[in-house]
């Protein structure tokens, strides 16, 4: 695995980003940030919560760096200490709660059944009994206790 302090710079990261057409964010400056030790820019960035881990930027990568790990990786300790932003404390919360990221309603069943397919998705609305897994892991890892320390 190569690591960051391998790129050049080169801005690939940056431009080859779906999410930064729409967004603020700058890929390359998060590597930039980490390669500097500017720990609180990168931490405290929204940038670093713009990203949607598509993998676009690390698969155009012309030196092979992991910049989605990376990136992910500066998530977990952002989100360890406190940085997290209230809609990804949200999306945690909704999923802690309903197996799902955001809210399914009537919209999206109808919607669904306009196109002949199922009126719920293969997910936890289909196999309710997913949700028991779904809590048991959320609690025995620690993730709900943290997600409802940070939304206090």
Known sequence: MKTL???IQCGTCSGSCPAGRYTNLRTRLIVRNIQLGLRENVLGSDDLWACTTCYTCQERCPR?????DIVRVARNIAFEEGHAKKPHLYVAHMFINTGHSIKFAD???KLRESVNVSSV????LSYPEAMEEISKLT????FKKKVLEREG
Do not use: Q
């Open 121 to 124: 998705p293969p997910t936890v």
């Open 64 to 68: 092979n760096i992991m910049i989605t």
């Open 139 to 142: 609690e025995l890892s620690g």
């Open 107 to 109: 919209e999206h069943r």
């Open 5 to 7: 302090y391998a790129c």
